[in-house]
């Protein structure tokens, strides 16, 4: 399959995936260079969560362009945990000493340290876009990325491409996202403030939380799947209650 990139930018995708939450788990990515190379990583832990195999498939992915100067990153994820903690919590953490608002430490402190520093390390290099897209919604590079991350969290050891772009078979093209779900990590105040132009659908399915920008992304994500949970939140106060509500901790997602 014959793919292009503009000649500024660097593309990756990652996931994570955990049986059990804590239990095995697995991180996948690849990163598709403007060089026309492919290379696809991927990894395992045991014992491990969902979230820190989320953050491991965007450090890994991160730490291996990170002598590519001059290039702007791209990063592609379906975890609402990664781009919101990168985007806006990981500033306030930090501001107050790694403890959050409610005076808990904050979880996976090592990783989000690590991955702060990799996208601190390219502002004069080149600027980190992380975007979110839905899972398991048809997007070639986040599917082959679940897959990768599903096989190491199984024990297995999944054939890991590393060529020309030109030979891999998966569309690595990059797919439209909701609008306000691409995020340059940049320092800023937090304040409960209305989303911006529209309200926010939160949906918990079998323990995996999810962000959508359209009642009907929400709806079909939730649509038949018993014990699923939902909820329309116009704020950013109203949407950490509905965490709370749920069992989820606002700043550190599942």
């Not at 996948?28 to 190379?37: F, K, M, N, R, T």
């Not at 045991?46 to 498939?57: A, C, F, I, K, Y």
């Not at 060529?163 to 800023?188: F, K, V």
Request: hydrophobic fraction near 30%; glycine fraction near 12%.
């Amino acid at each position: 399959m014959r793919i292009s990139v503009k000649r500024s930018e660097i593309i990756c995708y990652c996931d994570g995936a955990c049986a059990g939450n804590p239990g095995p788990g697995g991180w996948g990515a690849i990163v598709w260079s403007p060089d026309g190379q492919v290379r696809e990583l991927g990894g395992a832990e045991n014992p491990t969560t969902n979230n820190r195999m989320e953050l491991q498939g965007a450090i890994h992915s991160l730490h291996l362009v990170r002598s590519q100067d001059n290039l702007s990153v791209h990063v592609y994820t379906d975890s609402s945990y990664v781009v919101k903690g990168i985007s806006e919590w990981v500033w306030g953490w930090r501001r107050r000493g790694w403890v959050k608002q409610d005076g808990k430490p904050v979880l996976n402190r090592d990783l989000w340290e690590t991955l702060l520093r990799l996208v601190e390390a390219r502002r004069s290099t080149g600027p980190v876009t992380f975007h979110h897209v839905r899972g398991h919604a048809g997007v070639p590079g986040n599917e082959r990325c679940d897959r990768i991350s599903v096989a190491f969290a199984q024990s297995d050891r999944p054939g890991l491409y590393s060529g020309p772009a030109s030979e891999y078979r998966i569309d690595l093209t990059p797919p439209d996202t909701a609008p306000g779900r691409d995020r340059a990590p940049t320092e800023r105040t937090h304040k409960s403030t209305p989303h911006a132009g529209a309200v926010v659908y939160l949906s918990l399915v079998e323990g995996r939380l999810e962000r959508h920008a359209s009642w009907e992304d929400c709806r079909l994500r939730v649509s038949g799947r018993s014990g699923a949970r939902y909820k329309k939140c116009r704020s950013n106060e109203e949407e950490l209650q509905t965490l709370a509500a749920w069992g989820c901790r606002g700043d550190d997602g599942l």
